[in-house]
Nanobody, 123 residues
Framework: QLQASGGGLVQAGGSLRLSCVAP???????RGWFRQAPGKEREFVAT????????IYADSVKGRFTISRDNARNTVYLQMNSLKPEDTAVYYC???????????????????WGQGTLVTVSS
């Protein structure tokens, strides 16, 4: 239902921009990114409210990643700079129509998910 793209192989210190489009979906209160590294649980990365007025980042990506959204295109972006090997994971985008700020970092609060895009950061 959500289509994520933009993953790839990059050297440490490099940048990537992920995109996630929601075809036919006109409203989602929050749009978020999560990631899952091999052998680890899925973890929260970043989320943004409909207006863009509420943005939350995981501590591990603060200052390096920037989330944004274009509601006219039903698309959310994740600009990832200064990438580290520990950022290697499958990145999933998600949309929540009833998500609220107090629980916006919880994967269970999102209704729709993309298929994931693989980001590999080499050292």
């Amino acid at each position: 239902q959500l289509q994520a793209s933009g993953g790839g192989l990059v050297q440490a210190g490099g940048s990537l921009r992920l995109s996630c489009v929601a075809p036919g979906r006109t409203f989602s209160r929050y749009r978020g990114w999560f990631r899952q590294a091999p052998g680890k649980e899925r973890e929260f990365v970043a989320t943004i409210s409909w207006s863009g007025g509420s943005i939350i980042y995981a501590d591990s990506v603060k200052g390096r990643f920037t989330i944004s959204r274009d509601n006219a295109r039903n698309t959310v972006y994740l600009q990832m700079n200064s990438l580290k090997p520990e950022d290697t994971a499958v990145y999933y985008c998600a949309a929540g129509s009833r998500t609220i700020v107090s629980s916006a970092t919880e994967a269970s609060r999102y209704d729709y998910w993309g298929q994931g895009t693989l980001v590999t950061v080499s050292s």
